[in-house]
Structures are given as structure tokens and as C-alpha cells.
């Protein structure tokens, strides 16, 4: 199965940018769908954003459409997130996961892989 990482979580401030990744090991990357969810304290873990194995495909949280843009290089075996214009509420932990098959899936037991999580900090 495969191993994801995350990284580039920070601290940033309302109305700046960040972009998180997801480094995969140990499977085929390239043929799974790519999908972020994220978790703020106290709250459900939520469908963020999440992108086909071709990257023809690309679904996104209403309220980070416009904002946020999932990538994927797959001789790099990462997906990316790239978050703009960001807002408070965007604080949360930032997971990856991915799964088999279309990446039309919002729900999290949807998917059967995991990162460990990276915090994305919004200061207003």
C-alpha cells in the first residue's frame, strides 16, 4: 500500500498563500486518485479538494473554490495543494489520501490511504 507524506504546513497570515505537498512511497501512485481533507479542533474531517490519476478531473469544497488548486506531478509521485487568499476558518490539519478509481469521493472512508497531517495556521 502506499505511504504518504505531507509537508509545507506553516503560519500564514489572512489573504497570503501556502502550498502543501504529498510525497507517495511504496505503490503506484500514478494510477490512484489524489484527494486532501482537513481537520480543525473540534471538527469533523472534511473534503477539501481531490484530482484523478490523469489530472483530468479535479473536485473541489465550495468554500475553497476559486482559492485553492490541487495539483499532481506523477513522475514525482506528489500532489500538490495550492491555497490562496487564505481565511482564518482555512486553520485546520491538512491530510492527503488517495484511493483506487474515480476521485468523484468526498466521504473519508472513501479513501484508504493516509498521511500523518501538516497544520496550516490562518492568523488573522
Known amino acids: 500500500q502506499v505511504q504518504l507524506v505531507e509537508s509545507g504546513g506553516d503560519l500564514v497570515q489572512a489573504g497570503g498563500s501556502l502550498r502543501v505537498s504529498c510525497t507517495a512511497a511504496?505503490?503506484?501512485?500514478?494510477?490512484?486518485?489524489a484527494a486532501w481533507f482537513r481537520q480543525a479542533p473540534g471538527k469533523e474531517r472534511e473534503f477539501v479538494a481531490s484530482?484523478?490519476?490523469?489530472?483530468?478531473?479535479?473536485y473541489y469544497l465550495d468554500s475553497v473554490k476559486g482559492r485553492f488548486t490541487i495539483t499532481r506531478d506523477n513522475a514525482k509521485n506528489t500532489a500538490y495543494l495550492q491555497m490562496n487568499s487564505m481565511k482564518p476558518e482555512d486553520t485546520a490539519v491538512y491530510y492527503c489520501?488517495?484511493?483506487?478509481?474515480?476521485?468523484?469521493?468526498?466521504?473519508?472512508?472513501?479513501?484508504?490511504?493516509w498521511g500523518q497531517g501538516t497544520q496550516v495556521t490562518v492568523s488573522s
Open positions: 489520501a488517495t484511493r483506487d478509481g474515480s476521485a468523484n469521493f468526498r466521504r473519508s472512508l472513501d479513501y484508504d490511504a
Open positions: 511504496g505503490g503506484t501512485f500514478e494510477y490512484l486518485a
Open positions: 484530482i484523478d490519476y490523469s489530472s483530468l478531473f479535479k
